[in-house]
């Protein structure tokens, strides 16, 4: 049987000149993507390379070549595929390999990094530029070893410090990122904690890592209401996010029973509220700004209740917590001032007349001024033992008792020392009746002029016996003292003529 000759289809012929002519169109269009990669116009080289892969859609080198444009427009996930469709294509791709391992450190990745520089080193062992970026991968993961013990420690310097050397080797890891906005949160330094998660937002709007941390930053700056809104925002993002779930259960907690504890001080139940913050001070210790304000809400109710050193107490560590706190230092001032502290309260006014210089603060620091001026002179109220409300007659039996408890005659058979002592407290005694039962001289007493400044005690123009005998009847007798040895505390008697 004669052998019969089979023509080609045209449709074959065809499929290859349509074959041939897409390769080369391809080839142009990755020429003309590599003119405006060399001009660095990232954007149109793209474009082009994007046509040649749709052109031809098995050549690893288009691949590789969009890969490293959308590198250099920081778009590394996109870049990440094409580099490892590149090497799908063709696995003996060095420079596709050596892409999708710097998409992989870019991105944070750096076990898988190193799988990649590893390949490239096996094609090319001397690869100076796999072998470094090998290097670089081995440092990130120690970095990342060092920010996981760290946070475990609550060394979050430590961590922040780490996460800024990550970042330089890994741009575009938002884990990363997120780590180091929450440790900053943590340090109180809400600003920058705050941008870094924003910045993450722009972004991607559901990243629920990154509104936890703008929720934390809100939490921790005492705006609950809207700290609350972000946490549940992440938890919709992902249900399973548990510090999210944690900081929302703590918000809520925390607020209500801080609103509860105002409640109780409204209503006058100090005591309730004195427990109330004691409470809610035990629910979050890293909650800086709040748990500030709870101990200085603890001290006014401690001083409603007269526990004055525990409210000094209590202020003092909403200080130590924010030392920008201007109603703490206030309330522990009073309560300097109300325990008769006056150095530690003018440096209290001081530091929040420098903050603030109101005419209320001016004030309030001109009073504990007066105060300290007074308390450094003698208290004759303290002299003659009777409060600074003391009426005419109480000032009166003070001073009778007093002058004759201290009289000289009466210690006549004491030792020289005691004779010299008793002696000082009987002109002390004098001195501050002379004051205080002379309403002018008491005016200016009370108001912090120093009397003695004023000459009231100079020279010999002073004598307590003249002050004893004008009040006892001014004979210069009369009365006689029991000075024997059997004699105790009281004993004199009086004879009049």
């Known amino acids: 049987m004669a052998a019969v000759d089979i023509d080609v289809p045209v449709e074959t012929e065809q499929q290859l000149r349509n074959h041939d002519d897409l390769e080369r169109q391809a080839e142009g269009f990755k020429e003309q993507g590599n003119l405006f990669y060399s001009k660095k116009d990232y954007s149109e080289a793209f474009n082009y390379y994007t046509k040649a892969i749709d052109a031809s859609p098995k050549n690893a080198s288009y691949y590789g070549n969009r890969a490293a444009t959308l590198m250099m427009l920081c778009r590394f996930r996109e870049a990440l595929e094409d580099s490892q469709q590149a090497v799908r294509l063709d696995d003996c791709f ?56 760290g946070f475990e420690k609550r060394d979050f310097r430590k961590v922040v410090y780490c996460m800024d050397r990550a970042l330089a080797l890994a741009s575009a890891c938002h884990r990363f990122k997120i780590l180091k906005a929450e440790c900053l949160a943590l340090l109180g330094r809400y600003p920058e904690a705050q941008s870094v998660a924003s910045d993450i937002l722009r972004m991607d709007s559901t990243n629920a890592d990154a509104l936890y941390v703008r929720g934390l930053c809100l939490y921790y700056e005492d705006c609950i209401d ?10 919709r993002m992902a249900p399973d996010h548990e510090k999210a779930r944690l900081a929302c259960r703590n918000a809520k907690a925390l607020k209500a029973k801080k609103d509860e504890g105002n409640q109780a001080f409204k209503s006058c139940s100090y005591e309730a509220a004195y ?13 800086i700004k709040t748990n500030a304000k709870l101990y200085c809400n603890r001290a006014t109710a401690g001083a409603k209740l007269k526990k004055l050193n525990q409210a000094i107490e209590d202020c003092s560590s909403a200080i130590k917590l924010d030392d920008t706190y ?15 502290q006056y150095e530690e309260a003018v440096r209290d006014y001081e530091k929040v007349y420098q903050t603030e210089k109101t005419s209320d603060h001016k004030h309030l620091l001109k009073t504990a001024q007066m105060e300290l001026k007074k308390s450094k002179r003698k208290d004759y109220y303290k002299v003659l033992g009777v409060g600074k409300n003391a009426t005419e007659d109480e000032i009166k039996k003070a001073y009778r008792k007093r002058a004759l408890m201290h009289h000289p005659d009466r210690h006549s058979a004491a030792t020289p020392e005691v004779q010299k002592e008793e002696e000082k407290k009987f002109k002390e005694v004098g001195e501050a009746f002379t004051v205080l039962s002379d309403p002018k001289k008491k005016i200016r007493y009370d108001n912090g002029h120093d009397l003695e400044d004023d000459g009231c005690f100079d020279g010999g123009d002073f004598d307590a016996n003249n002050i004893f005998r004008a009040f006892f009847g001014g004979h210069g007798g009369g009365f006689s003292f029991d000075s024997s040895p059997d004699s105790g505390p009281g004993n004199f008697f009086f004879q009049f003529g």
Do not use: W
């Open 226 to 235: 809207k700290a609350v809104q972000f946490f549940v925002q992440a938890l």
């Open 94 to 149: 060095m420079k596709g390999h050596l892409r999708e391992g710097k998409c992989h450190l870019s991105l944070g990745n750096a076990m898988a990094a190193s799988r990649c520089f590893q390949k490239v080193l096996e094609l090319e062992p001397s690869n100076r530029e796999a072998q470094q970026e090998n290097k670089n991968a081995t440092t990130l993961l120690e970095y990342e070893r060092m920010a996981d013990f």
């Open 326 to 340: 201007i109603k703490a230092y206030l309330r522990r001032a009073q309560c300097y001032m109300d325990t008769e």
């Open 275 to 287: 427990q109330l913050y004691t409470e809610a001070l035990t629910i979050d210790p890293n909650n």
